[in-house]
């Protein structure tokens, strides 16, 4: 999935690259001409007040939802194009409970190997002990036989991010991870993005504010009705000198 | 119960009881966890114009109604895909169109008395050759879902997920549909077409009041159903009671059942498994209530 230059040099694509990005819902425009780049080891935070177009970004950056005009490219190719899934790992805002079918934390969890996982060959070790490491991650392993609906809101957050990482994916998107999450939850969340961001993955997510997860973002954009109000990799700068203590 | 292992018909009907009780509820299980619990009530409606056009034409009315309910229930996929709001109306125009062409299509052949038996099961009239292709079109439908359970699960779970793990969303849905379609078609032979939905979902709402995870809810849901349609049948021949309604009836009886024992269930996991400090998101009650609200 590399692109040549024509200087002859070999560059990897950026995770997520979106220009004029717009979006129109039910008649009303949701992005107006969204510009972003997210390169490879971003900690992107994208902030905002409701309705701001937040989760509506990271949609359309994954192609769930359709731009009505620009364009947008994962590792280079158009969301349609694109085949390298196992490669992106998405956290959705919560655990929708369907018809009411319960499924237990492993098995929500193993859900997120499918990307890689031929449909013949059947669960294989690695696959387990993907699954493990994820739900030892998040600190849900002493739950891994409950049923994960009727887990605590925040105890569900961490199912989800559980699942993203079972896959292990290069980038992760998040869909306001910390939105209604108790302390511990909190707390489990900034240690799994820790780790994360140390290995070099490149992490978008979704927020209201940053709290303990402040010290590791790296940028943060503010949308505001569907623009780009500010997009300070500043803020970054000044965070990263100042371990642990937000502006 | 020897008695009625002397008839042969009742020996291919009980063999029958057992693969309708396995399909339906390994099918159902991801029916209702995707909220379609009337999926199978349409297809049924739809089966019985393809019965009316295998009957007129001369050739089986089982090959017409697999032929027609899976190209309904592709149609009806194709449907919900296009468009959440106009879906509705469409599917409604699709259930009474397949129910009236049926009605008319199967009047005037036999006294209306084989559309009576395909509305709400016969046995008696079911021979060995229908027990083959049933049996075929069963191994096919626990073939597809042992072998594409792992992205129908997440499929039903959240389909954006799924889209964004790379997973063929469209495929995937038709193909639950058109193997929903196929298991009507097995089992309306011995529960009737008007009722064969219900052996799809009745046993999987009875299973999750006990369970706690997807694969035991389908296992203990074919479990229940295998169960509820071999004795359903064997009263219906005791009793001499049409076998569709005495099957569903019975298996209303076991989600009773189930809603008494999970209730005592969950007090005692409650008592036993010490409080966590953060409140629950949702209820198993509420979960309850969902599936029987459709």
């Known amino acids: 999935m590399t692109v040549i230059h024509p200087g002859g040099s070999a560059a990897q694509p950026a995770p997520f690259e979106m220009t004029g990005g717009h979006v129109r819902l039910e008649g009303r425009d949701v992005l107006r001409g969204i510009d972003l780049t997210v390169e490879p080891g971003d900690v992107l935070a994208v902030m905002g007040p409701n309705g701001a177009g937040k989760s509506t970004l990271i949609k359309a950056l994954l192609g769930l939802i359709p731009l009505s005009s620009g364009r947008t490219e994962i590792f280079g190719a158009a969301p349609a194009r694109f085949r390298d899934w196992k490669r992106i790992g998405y956290v959705p805002q919560r655990l929708p409970m369907g018809g009411g079918v319960p499924a237990t934390v492993r098995e929500v969890v193993s859900s997120g190997r499918v990307a890689r996982q031929s449909r013949w060959r059947p669960t294989s070790a690695a696959d387990r002990a993907a699954v493990d490491s994820a739900l030892e991650a998040v600190g849900l392993s002493h739950r891994a036989r409950d049923s994960a609906h009727l887990l605590s809101g925040g105890q569900q957050q961490r199912v989800l991010i559980a699942r993203a990482l079972a896959g292990e994916p290069e980038v992760f998107v998040m869909d306001e991870p910390t939105a209604g999450v108790d302390a511990a939850s909190q707390a489990a969340l900034a240690r799994t993005l820790r780790d994360l961001t140390a290995a070099g993955r490149t992490v978008v997510l979704v927020t209201h504010e940053l709290g303990p997860l402040a010290p590791l973002i790296t940028r943060s954009i503010v949308l505001d009705h569907g623009r780009m109000a500010n997009d300070s990799a500043a803020l970054t700068a000044h965070l990263s000198t100042e371990t642990g203590t937000p502006a | ?294």
């Open chain 2, 1 to 294: 119960m020897t008695e009625m292992l002397q008839y042969d018909f009742m020996r291919i009907a009980l063999v029958m009881a057992v693969l309708i009780g396995l399909t339906a509820p390994a099918v159902g299980t991801f029916i209702v966890q995707r909220k379609l619990s009337l999926l199978g009530d349409g297809i049924g409606h739809i089966a019985l114009t393809g019965i009316g056009l295998g009957l007129l034409t001369g050739n089986s009315p089982i090959l017409g109604a697999l032929l027609v309910s899976v190209l309904g229930a592709v149609a009806i996929e194709v449907l919900r895909a296009r468009s959440r709001s106009g879906a509705d109306v469409a599917l409604a125009l699709l259930f009474y169109g397949g129910l009236a062409g049926g009605v008319l299509l199967t009047n005037g052949q036999d006294g209306g008395t084989s559309l009576q038996s395909y509305l709400f099961g016969s046995i008696s009239s079911v021979s060995a050759t229908d027990l083959y292709v049933v049996a075929g079109l069963a191994v096919a439908v626990l073939g597809i879902v042992a072998l594409f359970g792992r992205e129908l699960f997440l499929l039903c779970q959240d389909e954006e997920v799924a889209r964004a793990a790379g997973l063929p969303v469209r495929f995937l849905s038709i193909l639950i549909a058109a193997t929903a379609a196929v298991t009507v078609v097995i089992s309306m032979r011995a529960i009737g077409l008007l009722l064969v939905s219900a052996l799809m979902v009745v046993p999987v709402a009875a299973a999750q009041q006990l369970t706690r995870g997807f694969k035991s809810t389908m296992l203990v849901a074919m479990g229940i159903g295998v169960l509820s349609a071999v004795s359903g049948l064997a009263g219906s021949f005791e009793y001499d009671l049409p076998p569709g309604p005495s099957i569903v009836l019975l298996a209303l009886a076991v989600f009773v059942a189930a809603v008494i024992g999970g209730t005592v269930l969950r007090r005692m996991r409650t008592r036993t498994v010490p409080a966590t400090a953060d409140r629950p998101a949702r209820t198993s009650v509420e979960a309850e209530a969902e599936v029987l609200g459709g």
